[in-house]
Every structure is written in structure tokens, then in C-alpha cells.
């Protein structure tokens, strides 16, 4: 699977576009916001947007998500159902950032742990990793190695829990229970920041140590 990650907003959000090679067909994850950036990106890679994938209803990353659905005329896909109350409360999370109003969005099909998500001829397995938010899911390709995960696990982090539904416990218990076991060598692409391993987070992160250092 191929992958470009376009940065979006002033909350430096990866937006991510992964593609098949073999077809050209490709999907945009988390669009935060930026549509015109994003338009250009895409055609920049000469691929074909079939679907928006969301990972969870956080605005900063579905800020553009109904816009550029209906640009490329294609469905919006996730995140897992719990997170409705998020995608209906847009217009307010977006009176609490001091942005542009964006409206509720109900996505045509709602994920679930074990579901999968075709993208040309790959296949992405979909977790379900709540504690971020209640209905986070992420996005798996085996064949590649390759996670899109979202705002679950970062570069020497993790995903805030301090939001309504949040849960540290349940976030960190997704990390070591669903996340850590796919392998050392599985990349990640985070919602914000850079790109590491799985393997790298294990040993590093210190959110996933025994003893989590006083800080």
C-alpha cells in the first residue's frame, strides 16, 4: 500500500491518502480541514478517490470530510458508532475552537471491530481502540505492515483522554492488547507528528512502560 500524508490545519493533522498501486484506487483518512490543499495533493498523485475513512469524530479530523465526499462523489466511511455524538456535535466543537461551522455528518457505513475496508486490492482490518474516543477504530494493512492509527498512539505519546468518553485505562489496554501485538516492524501514521514503529513505542513510549516515569 502505497501512502502520501498531507499535514492539514493549524493543528498539523495528518491527513493520510493511501492508494493501491496495482489499481489506483485510493482512500483519504482523517481530512481535518484544508479541501483545496488536499484536492491538489491528490491529483498531484494521479490516483482516484473512492471513499473518506475516518478513524473518529474529533472536527480536526473531518473537518473536510462531507466537503471533499462530495467533490469526488464517494461514501464516508467510519468511524465505529459510538463516536455519533461527536460528528453530531460539530457546529459546537466548532464554536469551541473559534472556527468555520461545520455541520453534523452521519457517515454511509459505521465500522466495527473485524470489519474490513477494501481499497482497490488491499484489504485493511479494522480495531477498535476506544479511549481517545469511545468509537475509535484504526486502520490495518498486513500485507504492507502499515497502520493509519489515528490519535490512539503517537511518537512517545498517546491519545488525550481527558475528552467526554474519554478512558486512559481502555486506551492504553487497546495499545498493548490490539495495537503492540501486530509486530515490532508495523509502521504507524499518528494523527499528529511524525511516523515511527510499533517496536520503537514498545520499548520507548513511556506511556507503555510498567513504571510511567513522574513527570
Not at 466495527?112 to 477504530?137: A, F, M, R, Y
Request: one cysteine or more; a negative charge; aromatic letters at 6%.
Amino acid at each position: 500500500m502505497n501512502h502520501h500524508i498531507i499535514p492539514v490545519t493549524a493543528f498539523a493533522q495528518n491527513c493520510s491518502l493511501i492508494w493501491c498501486e496495482e489499481t489506483g484506487e485510493a482512500a483519504l483518512v482523517d481530512p481535518g480541514g484544508d479541501a483545496a490543499r488536499i484536492k491538489v495533493e491528490v491529483a498531484s498523485c494521479n490516483v482516484t478517490v473512492k471513499q473518506i475513512l475516518l478513524t473518529h469524530g474529533h472536527l480536526d479530523h473531518v473537518g473536510a470530510a462531507a466537503e471533499l465526499a462530495s467533490h469526488y462523489g464517494v461514501p464516508i466511511v467510519g468511524p465505529e458508532k459510538e463516536d455519533e455524538f461527536w460528528l453530531q456535535g460539530l457546529p459546537q466543537q466548532s464554536r469551541m475552537f473559534g472556527l468555520d461551522e461545520c455541520q453534523p455528518l452521519t457517515p454511509d457505513r459505521w465500522l466495527s471491530e473485524k470489519d474490513t475496508v477494501n481499497v482497490g486490492n488491499i484489504t485493511l482490518q479494522v480495531l477498535h481502540c476506544p479511549g481517545h474516543t469511545p468509537g475509535h477504530i484504526v486502520f490495518f494493512d498486513e500485507k504492507s505492515r502499515l497502520l493509519v492509527s489515528g490519535d490512539v498512539i503517537f511518537k512517545g505519546g498517546v491519545g488525550r483522554s481527558d475528552f467526554p468518553r474519554g478512558d486512559h485505562g481502555q486506551l492504553i489496554d487497546a495499545i498493548k492488547r490490539k495495537l503492540l501485538p501486530l509486530g515490532d516492524d508495523v509502521t504507524f501514521i499518528p494523527g499528529h507528528g511524525p511516523v515511527s514503529t510499533l517496536g520503537y513505542e514498545r520499548l520507548h513510549n513511556p506511556f507503555l512502560q510498567d513504571e510511567q516515569p513522574v513527570w
